[in-house]
């Protein structure tokens, strides 16, 4: 469904991606792991089209989205929810759902979604009229991925949805990726916090200095000696003891 | 007790002049993070194309109409053309550039009509002039005050009730995320421009309607003081900017009013001077807030 | 043999940066006559008034816009200082006996008007300072603001709006030559310095700065306080050029074509202010030959009001959308070139001379 092929992006002169390719099929979650700096939010950012990608295709069903500005990708199907929320801390927490649907013409489909992202998080109903600066955490991540949704996207790029989230929180983030894939939706999840990751996704790509090194599917890489080194830590966890 | 009611008249008046100037800072520095200095060059665009218009015997509703129009088209492609590619830039840069589009404006419109001061020839209508308690007022007093509180509260609805106005907000309060929700933000700034220069169009010919004569150099100064009472209320608020706006007319017109003989001359440094002292003492202004976050 | 880069061989910066605009200076001096003489005054004024700005908007990195107001503080308090007596008491009503009676040579008259604006720099710098960015622009400029009004009204001092004249022509090409390379030489040094580069560091990241023990107030302090000096050492300079001075003319305008030069130049070099004030001396005079009106390819141009203001300001925008660290960036080549010791003992090195031919050989090669 989304396909990435040969993709680089620069900055300056330094290459923070170089060549790199993968493909997401449809209701697959995907997630792609790597340690700070290793590219995976620049990859990211080139495939909503913050960054203009040096070279290489991003596709989504075969039409050709590399170079587009973010409206056009946004209303392709693909969007962003990036790491650290960034919510609209000025606006309200209707008015950040709101925004999702700007694009969308029929103010009906948008009060759909809404509601639909209320039955996910039932805490935003609540929370409707607040000042989303004034949210916790765990709650502002529950918008930016509520106000991602109401965009009505076929794909969902998740940048860190866990980072700085306590871990109860944490779970519950992850319980709603699981249940949108339930639905339907194709997720490519971009974690440091590899356990979790793989523990929720079909496949992982494990990205270094630019490149991807490593990729299959997640139970098989969680088993590899170096991954578990380098990013289990060899600890037993909750998602380590559900994968083996 | 004349005297007094006639010194807050016109500082209403005045007030209304640098609020709706102020409003269109406010936005502009909220969405971009920078100060548009030529803003104030508007309102010498509204007043020279409004001149023109009558001049050529067009009728004075629909000049009126026309001028604001023609102002709003120069704070789009003043916009287009030289603050687009230096969003990124310092604040610096940009403080600079709207320099220089303030100087290049003002020269070209000498150039164009040369610097002697023109007269403003507005219906008969306005000048009117009635009793309010023991004061007179004219009709354009009135129009001014009216004017500046519709135009306020449509701002304000605008802002805070349609679709356009929340984007407004979004991209002010993060670009970045607003670009992720596909909201382009060239044509938000532009609709911020939009509103800006028309607030300033209004402003310029209430302005020049009321002293009826005017010239190329109206604009800068009368910017500029309206600018600081943007400050003064605190940048990117629109209460901000209309309670700045008064603050500072009221200073200046009561400075003068009011000050004594041999000091009088002053007032200009007086309030200026009120002004630097209300910034060092609240930096961000009277209501403004103290962390902004942009990105 | 190391091959130096022929813009670093001693030789080069030798010629290039003392011997040929000396020569050029000299033959313009010579012959142009004395319009070419004031327009030459006036260039090497405006060095010092962008270089003086650049100390402070490109180095400390504190924008302000309020140089013309310590360019006018440095014109008004030298005139004062230069003028007879009887001439001050036939112009300006009841100026205060002792002032009236004062009488300095101009040079010690310059120095005091220069001391005195920057005290009032150091009296006013200590409450805005605080203020950054766009307030720092904005206290600035309505700190130009009040000065012009203070000028405009402080009628037994200043003579009111009708300004001051009379002064006598003591600027003259030695005197300005000598002052702006005392400024350069005087400000380079400074830059260079360990204080110098806590200026740049700084403007660099403020909170880093601190961290490593700068005192930035004081820095920040210090830096307006010895601009305003070198502000007012040019407008002492420029009222003895001009000779007739008034509140209107450090205004706006004057605000502008100073900051224009440090913008064009290159802000945050001292070098830059050399082609800045280049730009701003001669391409008005240029300009002002047009205004008049003219004919281009046969067809006859009017004459065009606000001409030079209409160019410099496209100029301008050009320079800052596609160039917008100016003509120098962060370069010192010629005030480095200017002040090393090595520019001038490098002449008496062979090697010098062999590297000369030899980086001009590959050069040509090349």
Same mark, same amino acid.
């Given at each position: 469904m989304l396909k990435v092929s040969n993709l680089s992006i620069s900055y300056k002169k330094i290459? @923070?991606? !170089? *060549?790199i390719s993968f493909e997401i099929s449809k209701g697959e979650i995907v997630s792609l792991i790597g340690s700070n700096g290793a590219g995976k939010t620049s990859t990211m950012r080139a495939i909503s089209g913050l960054v203009r990608a040096k070279s290489g295709s991003i596709t989504l069903n075969g039409e050709e989205l590399a170079g587009k500005p973010p409206a056009r990708i946004v209303s392709a199907g693909i969007v962003h929810v990036p790491e650290g929320r960034?919510?609209?801390? !000025?606006?309200t927490v209707a008015e950040n759902l709101e925004m999702g649907g700007?694009?969308? !013409? *029929?103010k009906r489909i948008v009060r759909e979604r809404m509601e639909y992202v209320f039955d996910l998080f039932p805490v935003l109903r609540e929370r409707? !009229?607040?000042? @989303?600066? $004034?949210?916790s955490g765990g709650e502002q991540q529950m918008l930016a991925i509520g106000r991602g949704l109401v965009t009505g996207p076929k794909v969902l790029l998740l940048d860190e949805? $866990?980072?700085?989230?306590a871990p109860i929180v944490v779970e519950r983030v992850f319980e709603v990726i699981r249940k949108l894939q339930q639905g339907g939706m194709t997720i490519l999840l971009v974690e440091q916090n590899a356990v979790d990751a793989m523990a929720i996704s079909g496949r992982t790509y494990i990205m270094e200095s630019g490149a991807i090194v490593l990729d299959g599917p997640s139970a098989e890489i969680a088993e590899n000696d170096e991954v578990k080194r380098i990013y289990l830590g060899g600890k037993e966890t909750w998602a380590t003891s559900l994968l083996s | 007790m004349g005297y007094f009611t006639a010194q807050l008249i016109s500082a209403v008046k005045l007030g209304s002049i640098y609020a709706l100037v102020a409003i269109g800072y406010s936005i502009v520095y909220s969405i971009m +993070?920078?100060?548009?200095?030529?803003? +104030?060059e508007l309102l010498m665009i509204a007043t020279f194309s409004l001149w023109v218009l009558l001049n050529a015997g067009v009728p004075f509703a629909l000049a009126v109409a026309l001028a604001i129009l023609v102002t709003a088209l120069f704070g789009i492609l003043i916009e287009r053309i030289a603050y687009r590619s230096i969003r990124d830039a310092g604040e610096s840069t940009q403080i600079i550039t709207s320099l220089a589009v303030s100087i290049f404006l003002e020269a070209l419109c000498q150039a164009i009509f040369n610097s002697s001061s023109k007269a403003l020839i507005i219906p008969d209508f306005f000048s009117k002039t009635f009793r309010i308690l023991d004061t007179t007022v004219s009709v354009i007093d009135v129009v001014t005050l009216a004017c500046t509180l519709i135009l306020t509260l449509a701002v304000v609805l605008i802002i805070r009730r349609t679709a356009v106005g929340k984007a407004m907000r979004a991209v002010a309060d993060n670009m970045e995320a607003a670009d992720l929700m596909g909201i382009d933000k060239n044509r938000i700034i532009t609709a911020a421009f939009v509103i800006g220069s028309v607030l300033a169009a209004v402003a310029g010919i209430l302005y020049s309607g009321k002293y009826t004569s005017f010239s190329n150099d109206m604009g800068f100064m009368l910017g500029v003081k309206a600018f600081i009472a943007a400050v003064l209320g605190g940048l990117g608020s629109l209460t901000g900017a209309v309670t700045g706006g008064y603050i500072m007319a009221v200073l200046e017109v009561f400075f003068s009013g009011y000050l004594p003989r041999g000091v009088v001359s002053y007032q200009t440094a007086f309030t200026f001077l009120v002004l630097i002292l209300v910034l060092l003492v609240r930096p961000n202004g009277l209501f403004g807030s103290s962390n902004r976050q942009r990105s | 043999m190391e091959k130096v880069k022929l813009r670093n061989n001693p030789l080069f910066r030798f010629l290039a940066v003392v011997l040929l605009p000396l020569l050029a200076l000299l033959l313009a001096a010579f012959t142009g006559g004395s319009y070419y003489e004031s327009v030459l005054v006036l260039f090497f004024i405006n060095i010092i008034l962008a270089a003086s700005l650049n100390l402070t908007n490109? #180095?400390?990195? #504190?924008?302000?816009?309020g140089q013309a107001g310590f360019m006018a503080l440095g014109a008004y308090a030298s005139s004062i200082l230069t003028l007879s007596e009887k001439t001050k008491n036939t112009m300006v009503r009841n100026m205060p006996e002792w002032l009236a009676k004062i009488q300095l040579p101009f040079i010690p008259a310059l120095i005091v008007a220069a001391v005195f604006s920057m005290l009032i720099a150091g009296l006013i710098g200590f409450a805005i300072l605080r203020a950054r960015g766009h307030y720092l622009a904005v206290i600035t400029l309505g700190m130009v603001i009040v000065i012009k009004s203070v000028l405009d009204n402080a009628n037994n001092l200043t003579?009111?709006?009708?300004g001051l004249s009379g002064?006598?022509?003591? %600027?003259t090409l030695p005197v300005v030559v000598i002052a702006a390379l005392l400024t350069l030489f005087i400000l380079y040094r400074i830059r260079i310095s360990a204080f110098g580069r806590a200026m740049i560091a700084l403007r660099e990241d403020e909170d880093a700065a601190a961290s490593l023990g700068i005192n930035y107030s004081t820095i920040r302090l210090m830096s307006f306080m010895i601009s305003a000096f070198f502000g007012a050492v040019g407008g002492g300079l420029w009222a003895h050029l001009q000779r007739t001075i008034a509140p209107?003319?450090?205004?706006f305008n004057e605000t502008f074509i100073i900051l224009e030069m440090s913008v064009l130049g290159?802000?945050?070099?001292? %070098?830059g202010a050399i082609p800045g004030a280049a730009i701003l001396t001669f391409v008005p005079q240029i300009l002002a030959n047009f205004s008049t009106g003219f004919t281009l390819f046969g067809i006859q141009i009017p004459q065009i009001n606000g001409l030079t203001n209409i160019v410099m300001s496209v100029l301008f925008i050009v320079t800052i959308i596609f160039?917008?660290?100016? #003509?120098?960036?962060?370069?010192e080549y010629i005030v480095s070139s200017l002040f090393d010791r090595q520019t001038y003992t490098g002449l008496f090195k062979k090697e010098t001379y062999t590297g000369f031919a030899d980086a001009f050989r590959r050069k040509k090669s090349a």
């Open positions: 290459n @923070a991606v !170089r *060549d960034q919510v609209f801390s !000025r606006l700007y694009l969308t !013409r *029929d409707l !009229r607040q000042k @989303a600066g $004034s949210l949805p $866990s980072l700085g989230l | +993070g920078m100060i548009n200095f030529a803003h +104030g | 490109g #180095i400390t990195g #504190i924008f302000s816009l003579n009111g709006s009708r002064m006598a022509r003591y %600027s209107s003319l450090f205004y290159g802000m945050a070099s001292l %070098s160039r917008k660290q100016g #003509i120098a960036g962060n370069s």
